[in-house]
C-alpha cells in the first residue's frame, strides 16, 4: 500500500501561483510513476500532469502545458506541482496517484493509489 497525502491548496487571485506537494509513504517511493489529476465541480476527474519515477520523463495536458511544472524529489517522497499563471478555470480538487512502472501514465484507470485531494480556488 502506498498512502498519499496532499497540501498547499488554497484561494489565489488569477495570475498567481500556487505550489503543491504530495507526500508518499509505504512503499518505496521512487518505483512509482507520480500523476496529478484535478476534479471541478460537475465535471470528471481529468489528467494534469505525470511524470516518470526517476523523474526523466514529465507530460503535460495541454490545458497546463507552459504553466505548470510537475517534479519530485524521491530522497523526500515527495512530488510537486507548480502552478504558475493560474485561472479561474484551473479551480478544482487536485489529487495525486502513483502507480509501479517505468514510463508516465496519463488515465485514471492506470493509478492503484490516490490522495485526499486538495482545493485549489481561483478567483477572477
Known amino acids: 500500500q502506498v498512502q498519499l497525502v496532499e497540501s498547499g491548496g488554497g484561494l489565489v487571485q488569477a495570475g498567481g501561483s500556487l505550489r503543491l506537494s504530495c507526500a508518499a509513504s509505504?512503499?518505496?517511493?521512487?518505483?512509482?510513476?507520480m500523476g496529478w489529476f484535478r476534479q471541478a465541480p460537475g465535471k470528471e476527474r481529468e489528467f494534469a500532469a505525470a511524470?516518470?519515477?526517476?523523474?526523466?520523463?514529465?507530460y503535460y495536458a495541454d490545458s497546463v502545458k507552459g504553466r505548470f511544472t510537475i517534479s519530485r524529489d524521491n530522497a523526500k517522497n515527495t512530488v510537486y506541482l507548480r502552478m504558475n499563471s493560474l485561472k479561474p478555470e484551473d479551480t478544482a480538487v487536485y489529487y495525486c496517484a502513483a502507480r509501479s512502472g517505468s514510463a508516465y501514465y496519463t488515465y485514471t484507470q492506470d493509478y492503484d493509489y490516490w490522495g485526499q485531494g486538495t482545493q485549489v480556488t481561483v478567483s477572477s
Open positions: 511524470i516518470s519515477r526517476g523523474g526523466a520523463s514529465t
Open positions: 509505504g512503499r518505496t517511493f521512487s518505483n512509482y510513476a
